[in-house]
């Protein structure tokens, strides 16, 4: 009963490098999300795929672009990455409005 | 105004007492109404759905006010292993997508 999986755990890049971080689903959800967490900001959303084919920008996307890969997989991509992408990122999937979320992926950006 | 305002906190109480977490929306669209539960380094997770007509689970308590776009959340005699930040969340109506806006959340700590 695995939920959301999220890979990797953790990562340290060096600024300008470049990483991708996978989000997979197991119940069948058509919506899928990516938020970032920052002390003092709470959950804001990256962006987000309301069903497989379709993505839109959420609140905060600038950096980051997305690929809803098959209805399980959604991935974040940070093609140059900078210190203010230093958070912890988590991927959620919906099909009635509650969420799951996966453990998370913390990333520091030095 | 921030779509979804919390008490910023953070509440200290003791084991056994009662407390209360307000939180308020700004976008009368709002369709649906969430309690998420955080606990430290971990993810949000589902703590209660919240109804129009109030809702309880065990010694929780959420209620709705749609005229005064109010929330809350009440805990009863309140345990250790209820320390957490607690998550107020608004979801606006839009069709099959259920994108949801987090309030920044309340820190509880409750002490022995």
């Known amino acids: 009963n695995a939920g959301v999986t999220q890979t990797p755990k953790f990562q340290v890049l060096k600024t300008g490098q470049s990483m991708t971080l996978q989000c997979a689903q197991d119940?069948?959800?058509?919506?899928m999300y990516w938020y970032r967490q920052d002390p003092g900001m709470g959950l804001r959303l990256i962006y987000y795929s309301a069903s497989e084919g379709t993505t839109d920008k959420g609140e905060v996307p600038n950096g980051y672009n997305v690929s809803r890969l098959n209805k399980r997989e959604f991935s974040l991509r940070l093609e140059s990455a900078a210190p203010s992408q230093t958070s912890v990122y988590f991927c959620a999937s919906s099909e009635w409005g509650g969420y799951t979320f996966g453990s998370g992926t913390r990333l520091t950006v030095v | 105004r921030k779509e979804v305002e919390q008490d910023p906190g953070p509440f200290n109480v003791p084991e056994g007492a009662t407390v209360a977490f307000n939180c308020t929306y700004s976008n009368s669209a709002s369709q649906s109404f969430f309690w998420y539960r955080q606990d430290c380094r971990k993810e949000p997770k589902l703590l209660m759905s919240v109804y129009s007509s109030g809702n309880e689970d065990g010694r929780f308590t959420a209620q709705l006010n749609r005229a005064s776009q109010y929330i809350s959340l009440l805990i009863r005699d309140s345990k250790l292993s209820d320390s957490a930040t607690y998550l107020c969340v608004v979801r606006r109506s839009g069709g099959s997508n259920y994108k949801l806006t987090f309030g920044k959340g309340t820190l509880l700590t409750v002490n022995p």
């Open positions: 119940m069948n959800h058509n919506s």
